[in-house]
């Protein structure tokens, strides 16, 4: 299984909005290295899902719902898109300051290359994260 953290890229797909609608589409990415991690993503990865434009925030958990197929918003068959579905929503969201402030992760992709919409995260990493909500929580994880 591989682990990844999707930002949500317009303000209107809020998290409550994917719950409701029960899918997340990602969708109109046109950077290259984004499209090839959406190429790798395998039915049943993990995904974090972190809105950016709203409070930063690490919000939930999603599973990619199958494999990558062709952009419908692109003419172009190199553009991708993928689904996911929502699992988990994260009683206490992680914030930005938060991830920074840990030790586990200073190696995120997300401080070096705050711009790119989909990111691999490490086995570590995505526990770390989820460490970091229940935390919040009170519970030591």
Not at 30 to 37: E, S, V
Not at 41 to 49: H, I
Not at 99 to 123: C, H, N, W, Y
Request: aromatic share 10%; net charge positive; proline share 7%.
């Amino acid at each position: 299984m591989n682990y990844w953290l999707v930002k949500s890229p317009f303000r209107s797909r809020s998290w409550p909005h994917v719950l409701l609608q029960n899918i997340f589409k990602l969708y109109g990415i046109r950077n290259r290295q984004a499209r090839n991690y959406i190429a790798q993503m395998a039915t049943g990865d993990r995904a974090l899902y972190y809105h950016s434009a709203a409070g930063r925030l690490v919000l939930g958990i999603m599973r990619v719902k199958a494999p990558a197929f062709p952009d419908p918003t692109s003419s172009n068959p190199e553009w991708l898109s993928v689904e996911f579905v929502p699992e988990i929503t994260f009683e206490h969201p992680v914030t930005f300051e938060q991830l920074k402030s840990s030790d586990a992760l200073q190696e995120l992709k997300l401080f070096k290359q705050p711009r790119l919409s989909v990111m691999p995260l490490t086995e570590v990493e995505c526990l770390a994260i989820q460490g970091l909500s229940m935390k919040s929580a009170g519970i030591n994880a």
